[in-house]
């Protein structure tokens, strides 16, 4: 068994789009920890991290920050520089992840599919896209359904100045059916969970909000879809070289059976309502003992 003893610092928090939900995150995940025997503490990000790290001196961290920063290689960096353990993956699969468009061109050639790529044209604030239905156009490397919109009609595009913070936009064909995902643990699917929601699509209120998406686990579809997202999710995991824990979404159009890979999260949000822990206490693993498997693989890279 690892050995608990010395600091573990729990990272949350930070200055982007989702240092909200990575404080739920956190101190979720603060609390399985001190059960679990670690002698683990919160640590708010901030742009003094390293610093902070160096005065501290954790014998490991439980990364639970989400999008920008936490997400896309930066800390992982960081941590490697500093010869600190971390969980979760490492900066190379971190940095793919995050990028949705090099994640298609990554996992594309292993048999995925994924929604097309749609060309955007900027002339100033105003925004062109030739497609006839209804698009989806969303930041290109942000994550908790943030600043994604479903555009009807592309006659009808909202400026670019209505994305705050001027971020690199993508467009994909808006995929009709129904919300997916697989959490691998370690290397293994786990199971299918069916995401329902009043909203148009899983967007951030229906993600974190008390009664803003309903969970069927395991999905009730057929078992050659089940399959299928399972093998992709273990596929794109193993791919890009995740570690721990990951999760992919999926859109299932059942009247053409159709499936389509949208994305895979390596730092999946472990709040109360979060995808990940229900799927591994179905399958045996509480929400204590998960975050304990994390932070006994925490490693630098």
Same mark, same amino acid.
């Given at each position: 068994? !690892?050995?608990?003893?010395? /600091?573990? /610092? ?10 909200? $939900? ?8 603060? +609390? ?19 610093? !902070?790290?160096?005065?501290?001196? =954790? ?5 639970? %920050? ?15 520089? &500093?010869? #600190? ?5 490492? &900066? ?9 468009? !090099?994640?298609?061109?990554? %996992? ?17 604030? @105003? ?22 919109? &479903? #555009? +009807? ?15 690199? /936009?993508?467009? +994909? ?7 997916l995902t697989v959490a691998v643990l370690n290397g293994e699917a786990l199971t299918v969970t069916e995401i329902t929601q009043q909203n148009q699509f899983y967007d951030y209120e229906a ?9 069927? %686990? ?19 995991? @193993? $791919? ?14 059942? @009247? ?20 990940? =822990? +229900? ?11 998960? $975050?304990?498997? &994390? ?7």
């Amino acid at each position: 068994m !690892t050995d608990r003893s010395g /600091l573990t /610092l729990i990272l949350m928090g930070g200055w982007t789009a989702e240092s909200d $939900v990575s404080r739920s995150s956190g101190k979720a995940c603060c +609390e399985s920890a001190l059960r679990m025997g670690w002698q683990a503490e919160c640590l708010e990000v901030d742009r003094n991290i390293a610093a !902070t790290l160096i005065e501290r001196k =954790p014998k490991r961290v439980f990364n639970a %920050l989400h999008g920008q920063i936490g997400e896309d290689g930066n800390i992982q960096g960081l941590l490697n520089l &500093l010869n #600190i353990p971390y969980t979760h993956s490492g &900066l190379l699969a971190s940095a793919i992840a995050m990028d949705k468009p !090099t994640t298609k061109a990554v %996992l594309r050639p292993h048999g995925i599919q994924f929604p097309d790529d749609l060309t955007m044209v900027f002339n100033g604030d @105003d925004i062109r896209i030739d497609y006839d239905g209804p698009v989806v156009i969303k930041p290109r490397n942000d994550g908790s359904s943030i600043g994604v919109m &479903l #555009i +009807e009609d592309t006659n009808n595009i909202p400026g670019y100045s209505t994305w705050p913070g001027a971020p690199a /936009l993508m467009a +994909e064909p808006m995929i009709p059916g129904r919300e997916l995902t697989v959490a691998v643990l370690n290397g293994e699917a786990l199971t299918v969970t069916e995401i329902t929601q009043q909203n148009q699509f899983y967007d951030y209120e229906a993600k974190y909000a008390a009664g803003g998406s309903q969970h069927q %686990l395991p999905a009730d579809v057929p078992q050659d879809v089940a399959d299928q997202v399972m093998a992709w999710a273990a596929t794109a995991h @193993d $791919v890009l070289r995740c570690r721990g824990v990951s999760r992919s979404d999926f859109r299932w159009n059942p @009247d053409k059976n159709e499936i389509y890979m949208l994305e895979i999260n390596t730092q999946p949000g472990m709040t109360s309502t979060s995808l990940v =822990p +229900e799927q591994t206490a179905y399958c045996g693993t509480s929400m204590d003992e998960l $975050v304990d498997l &994390l932070l006994e693989a925490a490693q630098c890279d």
